[in-house]
């Protein structure tokens, strides 16, 4: 079983700067990628980025590239969204997802990004 928990959300001004946390635990032996997702209010979730577990390569959406960046540091189990530039429409419950060969999807429970105008 592999659990994700994010953390790093919180209320930030247009422009400015946030970095998310991605902490997983448990069985990782089957986990091949870990991803970012969004939903705002009223809206589908929406994805964002990812990155492999195991070996190197990411991915992100249109809205992302350019502004924020995905990180998965060699030795921790933890994956970090740096998000720059932020803009109001960033604003929504910011999600990881784990990836597992065999298995359903493992989602944290989410954690809270609002950008002010």
């Known amino acids: 079983q592999v659990q994700l928990r994010e953390s790093g959300g919180g209320l930030v001004q247009t422009g400015g700067s946030l970095r998310l946390s991605c902490a997983v635990s448990g069985s990782t032996l089957s986990l091949y990628r870990v991803g970012w997702f969004r939903q705002a209010p009223g809206k589908e979730r929406e994805y964002v980025a990812d990155?492999?577990?195991?070996?190197?390569?990411?991915s992100y959406s249109d809205s992302a590239k350019g502004r924020f960046t995905i990180s998965k540091p060699v030795g921790e189990n933890t994956v970090y969204l740096q998000m720059d530039m932020l803009k109001p429409e960033d604003t929504a419950v910011y999600y990881c997802k784990g990836d597992i060969t065999g298995r359903a999807a493992s989602w944290g429970q989410g954690t809270q990004v609002t950008v002010s105008s």
């Open positions: 990155i492999w577990w195991s070996v190197s390569g990411t």
